[in-house]
């Protein structure tokens, strides 16, 4: 320690390593000195925590422990020195002047213009003064407040009074221990009819004392425990939420893990339906609650009605403490019966809309259910966004779940059809063909008519239940992509229709060296269809003319089939591709080729076009698959 001369000030600054504010403290003092005093003060660090590591790593050296005594005229600075001015106000209680040395503190601690006095008085921290005994010579207001009295009659008290009894082996420990050093420690403290209360205490040596003192410093814990058990509890219902096998399990755990953290019998989960809440999960710790159905009968309510639409249009916390007389509980004495005395609701929002409320049930309203309500607020509150997702993931498995009935119910009809209906349009074009062939000479002409009219409509039945039938199971086929020859395909396919149709003269002209990466069954569908379509529509034209080919668009390769039939108006051909759509009566087609097309395109990952006059012809445009896969090549 440097004795200072009669123009040099020696300030003794007390701070906590473990504060943010220390190092803000230290540069503001240095800096005041610096401006009013240069080169005529210094400025001793004394870290009452003992954590110097974090004043380290700003370069500042910081005594660990306190001092006993020290000469005159060093003056102390305590306090939160982080803004310039209450620095100022520590350096002009430095610069006091003092003649002599520094005055003896009294018995209960130090007098009322005790030059540091002010600054300790308006900490947010308590600070007290005791003798080797534990007794308090001096108290400030904070911690008077938190206990719940005067700091005039805590004067000459055992500090230890206000001590949990469970923790007052560590206080006395902690005691013996602060005479000689500084120490911490947590403990619970009870003020005058009050819940004990989580602290933290740290005592050190009282400096400048002839006789042995003790400086006790309290820091209520109570926000950083809660922080702690709501990050905890929605951990834990997060993770139950996520979990479960459906919401209403999920609830249910959530409920659970509440009501047992609260210390409440029972609880209800109430969801967002629309423009209603139901209930969807209840939960009970014991046989009586079991039956517990008590807010809201009927399970579903409106905006604004009973607890859960009351706190779902106020968007917080409904508390109702008597039951009995509640209006918004329809089945009070119910409640009563199994115990209840008071109810909460508590809503739960995601993405600023409510989305569920929870009803938790309680034996009575007590002190502590307050405490703990900030704890519950912030748990079950985080819980929304994860509700809501878990909500529509469930909905939409349910969703598909009915999807996936009905088009299996539509796969057994479709089955049932195509197999069931074969049988009898066989039998009624067999025996209607028998009949023409054996009664041929007994038949009148209306007769025969009649009779030949049945055996197309039968066949043409036939047709529609093989095309129906396809178009049912080309959405289910999995392409098996492989090289294949396209030009070989569409000649297979035109070969077949000159063997069904002889006597049509149709000049046919298929482009070399077409070829894909595609799945050889689709596209053969593709061709078929579509080459069977320019077949029925160059019915009549002479010369007939069908050309199959492939052309570049921008570096993709697209297929086309064009004929120098009819045509359609292009204005009348919006729904060209879909099912039993026939553009000209003149053709025998069931009306379902074109959308056998469209289907086996869009399951390659293609794209199938159109254009078409009056009496100009129609091209058909298509790939085979995606854009970049590498669809035709030239030779």
């Not at 221990?177 to 050190?204: N, Q, S």
């Not at 748990?379 to 993931?393: D, F, H, I, Y």
Request: charged share 25%.
């Amino acid at each position: 320690m440097i004795r200072a001369a009669s123009t040099t000030y020696v300030f003794r600054l007390y701070v906590s390593g473990a504060a943010p504010s220390s190092v803000a403290a230290i540069r503001n003092l240095r800096a005041l000195c610096a401006d009013l005093l240069p080169e005529q003060c210094e400025i001793e660090v004394v870290d009452i925590v003992q954590r110097p590591d974090r004043l380290a790593a700003d370069n500042i050296v910081a005594t660990p422990t306190l001092v006993r005594a020290s000469p005159p005229p060093l003056r102390h600075v305590v306090g939160d020195l982080s803004d310039r001015a209450q620095a100022l106000a520590g350096l002009d209680i430095g610069l006091a002047e003092v003649p002599g040395p520094a005055p003896r503190p009294a018995e209960r601690g130090p007098p009322p213009d005790h030059p540091y006095r002010a600054l300790v008085e308006t900490l947010r921290q308590g600070v007290l003064l005791l003798d080797r005994g534990g007794r308090v010579l001096y108290c400030n207001p904070w911690c008077a407040a938190r206990l719940g009295l005067t700091a005039e009659s805590l004067l000459g008290v055992q500090i230890q009074e206000y001590v949990d009894p469970a923790d007052h082996a560590t206080f006395g420990a902690l005691l013996e221990a602060g005479v000689h050093a500084a120490v911490d420690a947590e403990v619970r403290m009870r003020g005058a009819g009050r819940l004990p209360v989580p602290v933290r205490l740290a005592m050190t040596p009282y400096p400048e004392a002839d006789t042995v003192r003790v400086c006790l410093l309290i820091s209520d814990l109570t926000e950083e425990r809660r922080v702690q058990a709501a990050r905890r509890l929605l951990q834990e219902v997060a993770m139950d939420l996520s979990r479960a096998e459906n919401v209403t399990v999920g609830l249910r755990h959530l409920l659970c893990r509440v009501c047992r953290f609260g210390g409440w019998i029972a609880g209800e989960a109430w969801l967002r339906d629309g423009a209603r809440m139901r209930r969807r999960s209840v939960w009970a710790g014991s046989p009586s609650g079991e039956a517990l159905v008590l807010a809201d009968a009927g399970g579903e309510v409106r905006r604004g009605e009973g607890l859960a639409g009351e706190a779902w249009a106020r968007g917080a916390e409904v508390w109702t403490d008597d039951v009995l007389r509640s209006p918004r509980l329809r089945r009070g004495r119910d409640a009563r019966r199994a115990g209840v005395g008071a109810v909460l609701a508590v809503p739960v929002a995601a993405r600023d809309e409510i989305v569920a409320t929870m009803l938790f049930f309680l034996t009575e309203r007590r002190d502590d259910d307050d405490a703990l309500l900030p704890t519950v607020l912030a748990a079950v509150s985080q819980t929304g966004p994860l509700l809501q997702r878990r909500v529509a993931e469930e909905g939409l498995a349910a969703s598909l779940r009915e999807k996936d009935l009905l088009l299996r119910d539509l796969d057994d009809i479709s089955h049932a059809l195509a197999h069931d209906l074969r049988t009898p349009i066989r039998t009624i074009t067999s025996f209607s063909q028998l009949v023409l062939e054996q009664c041929d000479a007994n038949l009148g002409g209306s007769a025969r008519g009649q009779l030949e009219a049945v055996v197309a409509a039968a066949k043409r039945m036939s047709r529609l239940i093989n095309d129906a039938a396809r178009l049912i199971e080309v959405p289910r086929a999995l392409p098996a992509r492989r090289k294949i020859d396209v030009r070989k395909i569409a000649q297979e396919v035109v070969w077949r229709l000159k063997a069904r149709d002889p006597e049509r003269d149709v000049v046919v002209k298929v482009d070399r060296s077409l070829r894909a990466h595609s799945d050889p069954n689709l596209a053969r569908l593709v061709l078929e269809e579509l080459l069977a379509n320019a077949w029925s529509f160059t019915a009549g034209r002479s010369p007939a003319t069908i050309r199959v080919g492939v052309m570049d668009a921008g570096g993709e390769h697209v297929f086309f089939v064009r004929d120098n039939g009819v045509g359609f108006d292009m204005s009348a051909a919006g729904k060209l591709f879909d099912p039993f759509t026939r553009l000209s009566s003149a053709t025998h087609g069931t009306g379902m080729g074109l959308a056998v097309v469209r289907r086996a395109i869009a399951r390659l990952g293609g794209r199938v076009w159109y254009e078409s006059a009056p009496d100009a012809g129609t091209t058909f445009y298509f790939t085979l698959g995606p854009p970049e896969a590498p669809l035709a090549a030239r030779e």
